[in-house]
């Protein structure tokens, strides 16, 4: 019995630890880290960033020696001569070279200290690309978080708009029971409701539309149970005058990274035209070889045996006769071992090469005119990117200011027609305003509401912004 008490305590346990976990609501900084962790493209300009890496450190890597080893093996057939040997052969012969070749550049204009610096500023614009496309992303899901806000805000005002039309459906059901109140003043009232119904079915859908787009931008496999939070957000009372826009844009320079990114840009461009002039320069290089090999065309010679036969006489001087011999030598004729050919063979050399430039087809002069004209084109760009920041700072300050004002016209409309609302509910409870000046009033104050809200978000949205360039996190 006690074993199923803890048994049935663990099931029940288990169950609220997935309950509370799939109830857990994302922030909107949640939101952003997810994105920026798991967005493909993000991933996908790391990997350009990557290969750039792996380009400077090839181009570091390239300032050391080159090493190569190489190995031939060779059946020759007919008359040749023996590399080895020096002797004409006609029989077949087979050979082996061995070598090993080093060379290292000793100047060559520069090019491979340009290269290196070109790919290093190469590599430190991607990642100022990767942090770009991470703000830009990052203010896409604040759009679509305060969105979602707005949506849900507009449908608490939807939804209590019914509630307050409910009550009044059954107050005059009351009296048209009672017989004070025609049946054509309920019909219009029940027309109303059914109409602030449909308000809310729409509300609804806007609402799920805008789920719907944030979390596409995050890349969520499964969208249910997913809600975000809802911070306390308190709307500052600071005058958008006293911001100042050419300080919000010198601070921007420094930190916003398209800027850094057409900075880099534009020296590796500077590098570009370097190593395109370089190429005009002679090129010294230092080489070295070291080589042996082996052919069984070559023969160890020896004696194997000697001989002596009468090839004549001769008389002395006392007329003697005497025989002439001659000797006979057999000589053995032994590949010479493997071994003692590598040792025999051994060659090594130590040479400098200069490579002098006169004329290449002009290629070399066509390549410097157009580094040339990179190097214009990147500062146009740099040029573009401070001036297409001054615009966007102009255009963001200029929505903060027009939202500014139109939150706080929204905020005095909601609060006088809400005043001029509550008088004619009063004078229509009583029964001196018509249902039809009543609900012309109601809706004054529902669209004044939702101007109010929506020139809430917008105002937050874009003081956002302003903030964003002045290198302020984006956080509620």
């Not at 219009?188 to 109409?195: F, G, N, P, R, V």
Request: hydrophobic fraction near 35%; aromatic fraction near 12%; charged fraction near 20%.
């Amino acid at each position: 019995m006690q074993y199923k008490k803890k048994y049935c305590f663990f099931i029940i346990l288990f169950f609220f630890q997935l309950t509370a976990f799939s109830q857990e609501k994302w922030s909107l900084e949640k939101c952003i880290d997810y994105a920026i962790k798991n967005n493909i493209q993000l991933k996908q300009q790391k990997i350009t960033s990557d290969i750039y890496q792996n380009n400077g450190r090839q181009s570091a890597i390239s300032f050391l020696p080159s090493i190569n080893a190489n190995i031939n093996h060779n059946n020759n057939y007919g008359r040749k001569v023996d590399a080895f040997t020096n002797d004409f052969t006609n029989d077949k012969t087979k050979s082996d070279n061995f070598s090993l070749v080093s060379s290292i550049t000793l100047f060559n204009g520069f090019q491979n200290i340009n290269t290196y610096k070109q790919s290093h500023y190469n590599f430190l614009a991607s990642l100022q690309d990767i942090e770009k496309a991470k703000n830009d992303m990052s203010l896409n899901i604040a759009a679509s978080y305060l969105q979602i806000l707005f949506n849900e805000e507009l449908l608490i005002i939807a939804k209590n708009q019914v509630d307050v039309t409910k009550q009044q459906v059954e107050r005059l059901k009351l009296f048209f029971n009672e017989g004070s109140v025609a049946q054509d003043k309920l019909l219009e009232i029940e027309s109303q409701l059914a109409s602030e119904e449909y308000q809310v079915v729409n509300s609804e859908n806007q609402l799920n539309m805008s789920y719907l787009t944030l979390i596409q931008l995050l890349d969520l496999d499964s969208i249910e149970n997913f809600k975000i939070e809802h911070p306390e957000i308190s709307i500052s009372n600071e005058n958008i005058l006293n911001l100042n826009v050419t300080q919000i844009y010198h601070e921007a320079l420094n930190k916003l990274p398209q800027i850094k990114s057409s900075e880099f840009k534009l020296k590796s461009s500077e590098k570009g035209l370097a190593i395109a002039k370089g190429a005009r320069y002679p090129t010294l290089t230092l080489n070295g070889s070291f080589g042996t090999g082996y052919s069984d065309a070559k023969k160890d010679i020896s004696i194997s045996s000697y001989g002596s036969y009468v090839t004549g006489y001769v008389d002395d001087i006392t007329g003697n006769r005497l025989n002439v011999y001659s000797n006979t030598i057999n000589y053995d004729y032994k590949t010479r071992s493997f071994e003692n050919q590598l040792n025999d063979n051994i060659s090594k050399s130590l040479y400098f090469s200069l490579n002098i430039p006169i004329f290449n087809g002009w290629q070399i002069s066509t390549n410097v005119s157009n580094a040339k004209l990179n190097l214009i084109n990147s500062q146009y760009n740099l040029e573009l990117s401070k001036k297409q920041l001054f615009k966007d700072i102009q255009q963001a300050y200029s929505d903060a200011y027009a939202a500014y004002n139109k939150y706080n016209a929204a905020n005095k409309s909601v609060f006088a027609i809400q005043q001029s609302f509550d008088f004619t509910q009063k004078k229509y409870d009583v029964g001196l305003v018509n249902y039809v000046d009543y609900n012309v009033a109601k809706n004054n104050l529902i669209k004044a509401k939702s101007d109010l809200l929506q020139a809430k978000y917008e105002y937050l949205f874009k003081i956002k912004i302003l903030d964003f360039y002045k290198g302020i996190p984006i956080k509620l």
